[in-house]
């Protein structure tokens, strides 16, 4: 039993390490298309995509926290 909640607890931070890479590496981009006026209006699009997956990230760690 131990076992299993280790591993769950190992997997939920291995995630939430991908999750908030995926996000940085997002919000580069958006930064990076900024500055340089790259892709137009492609570029607020991947701003709305981070401002999501950090919205998702807060529910899903308040959610495993009460578990």
Do not use: C, D, P, T
């Amino acid at each position: 039993m131990y076992n299993q909640m280790l591993q769950k607890k190992e997997g939920f931070l291995l995630m939430l390490g991908l999750i908030w890479g995926i996000i940085v590496v997002l919000f580069v981009f958006w930064l990076l298309g900024v500055v340089f006026h790259v892709a137009g209006g492609l570029v607020h699009i991947l701003l709305i995509i981070v401002v999501l997956l950090i919205i998702w990230n807060l529910i899903q760690s308040a959610r495993n926290k009460r578990k």
